[in-house]
């Protein structure tokens, strides 16, 4: 095994790794092998105490630093994960199965990314000060105290970067909880914020299953939730931290449409569903995996998709040439595989791939559904896999009313080269984050989030500081108190 997938200790508190071998025994499993090759133990309520306590302590001295000098410490923490790239690509792909051929590129580098733009922006959050006649009045945005991360497995390293870096930047604390499939990469990450200068108890990060999340959720003496998951988990956590009134940031799946015009650049269009349905082999909260092609352009979309996909690598995620690899784990295989006997058993046309592939691995076919209706449950259920629905349409309107019909708005793409009916469609869909002859770009710099069910809240961006801060109004009088009596 190359990179130590065997971390020093389950769990990172108070600025040093933690070990509590009572908690339940969570077998990491490298998915393009089956292999286990790591073992972490789940928090236990003693963990979890240790974690939100040192964060307590820590968090009024950290806000109290300027903007600057909290900025400084993320901003070098960025430094040291792009010269640790390599080491944390191949962490990150042992974690969930990625390629490297995506890992060095998109992983670690955009948790740097988010580390250097909040980094930077840390010394700019500032309140206003507003003119009242003779008085006057100022905001101030104060940290919310101790955060909760709770991750997904598809971008753990990524993940535990966008929560954890605005959270610092803004003045709080973290308690990181990575999805329980992939442990490993968030240690990686607290390690290295505090080698660049973090204060013990400021990032830690903790293991185990929902039931440790939801301990984080309902701890009193937790003040906000940022959330990465699924909408079913999604709305049982929204639930509990309403309980205590908590802020919330909710990233959850979605069903996003891709709309595709006859009068689109072909190559563009078909790069542009790849993007959006087989990165990470599918699984990506904002893929548009309802694509909907106009009919003119049907029949070349579908032929030079299939004769794209026939040029994927598929195979061992080491080798830099690989460019789709397993599904994260044989579960989620099983749910994938299910969801393509529901396309056939539909009716749905299979016209790519559509089967698992021999092996240890979890590995599954790029698959493509032809003549899929808005009613089969391939086109109205996430499927998180490497499954893509192509639906027929000809009318703007009618493919408007369509994309819509569905309770999630993570995303929406359009491929046309009309750019003003580009804007005018894209104006018209639900949903957070949409693009326009593109797709699945995430830069810092753009807020990222869902509407409707997908989500609450925006990750990223000068948006992200609004949600890991509160706004305290101070009204000044510059003249004596009148009062009635
Ligand atoms: P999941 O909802 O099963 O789990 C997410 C996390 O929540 C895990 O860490 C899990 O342990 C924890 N959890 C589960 N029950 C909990 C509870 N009751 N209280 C507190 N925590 C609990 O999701 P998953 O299978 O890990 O990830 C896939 C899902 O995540 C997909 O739906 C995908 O769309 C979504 N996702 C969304 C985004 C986004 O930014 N919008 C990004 C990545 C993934």
Not at 387 to 415: H, K, P, Q
């Amino acid at each position: 095994m190359g990179y130590a997938t065997q971390p020093k200790a389950s769990h990172f508190v108070n600025g040093a790794y933690l070990e509590d071998t009572a908690g339940e025994v969570i077998e990491v499993v490298y998915p393009a092998t089956g292999e286990v090759i790591a073992k972490v133990h789940a928090a236990t309520p003693a963990v979890v105490e240790a974690a939100v306590s040192s964060a307590k302590a820590a968090q009024a001295e950290w806000a109290a630093l300027s903007g600057t000098e909290r900025g400084r410490i993320l901003r070098r923490a960025a430094d040291m994960i792009r010269e640790r790239n390599h080491d944390l690509s191949e962490l990150e792909t042992y974690d969930t199965g990625k390629p490297m051929s995506e890992t060095l590129y998109v992983d670690a580098t955009s948790g740097a990314d988010a580390l250097e733009y909040f980094g930077s922006l840390a010394g700019s959050i500032t309140g206003e000060h507003v003119h009242l006649g003779g008085d006057w009045g100022y905001t101030v945005r104060e940290p919310l105290g101790v955060c909760a991360g709770i991750g997904a497995w598809n971008y753990p390293t990524q993940i535990a970067c966008w929560k954890g870096a605005p959270a610092l930047a803004c003045g709080n604390a973290m308690i990181f909880k990575p999805s329980e499939t992939t442990p490993l990469c968030a240690l990686k990450v607290a390690e290295i914020l505090h080698e660049a200068g973090l204060p013990a108890g400021l990032y830690n990060v903790i293991q185990g299953m929902g039931s440790v999340g939801a301990s984080l959720v309902t701890h009193p003496e937790v003040d906000k939730v940022s959330l990465t998951g699924s909408v079913g988990t999604g709305k049982k956590v929204y639930a509990a931290a309403a309980a205590e009134m908590k802020h919330v940031t909710m990233e959850l799946g979605g069903k996003s449409p891709l709309i595709i015009f006859d009068d689109a650049d072909l190559e563009n269009a078909v790069g542009g569903a790849i993007l959006a349905n087989f990165y990470s082999t599918g699984q990506v909260c904002s893929n548009g995996t309802r694509v909907f092609v106009q009919k003119g352009i049907k029949e070349a979309f579908l032929k030079r998709l299939a004769e794209r996909l026939d040029t994927a690598v598929i195979g061992d995620p080491m080798d830099e040439a690989t460019n789709f690899g397993p599904m994260v784990s044989k579960s989620q295989r099983e749910i994938v595989l299910s969801y393509i006997e529901k396309g056939k058993a539909e009716g749905a046309r299979l016209a790519y791939g559509g089967g698992a592939i021999d092996g240890n691995g979890f590995f599954i076919q790029p698959t493509v559904f032809a003549d899929v209706t808005d009613d089969m449950t391939i086109a109205r259920e996430e499927i998180f896999g490497p499954v893509m629905s192509v639906l027929d349409f000809e009318d703007e309107d009618d493919v408007i009313a369509r994309a819509n019909d569905t309770e999630m708005g993570l995303s929406a793409g359009v491929f046309t080269a009309d750019l003003t009916r580009g804007h005018r469609v894209i104006g018209k869909i639900d949903a957070g984050s949409c693009f326009i002859n593109s797709y699945n770009d995430a830069p810092v710099e753009l807020p990222f989030g869902g509407s409707k069910q997908s989500g609450v809240g925006r990750e990223n961006s000068k948006a992200a500081i609004e949600h890991f801060t509160q706004l305290k109004s101070v009204y000044v009088r510059m003249g004596d108190v009148e009062s009635p009596f």
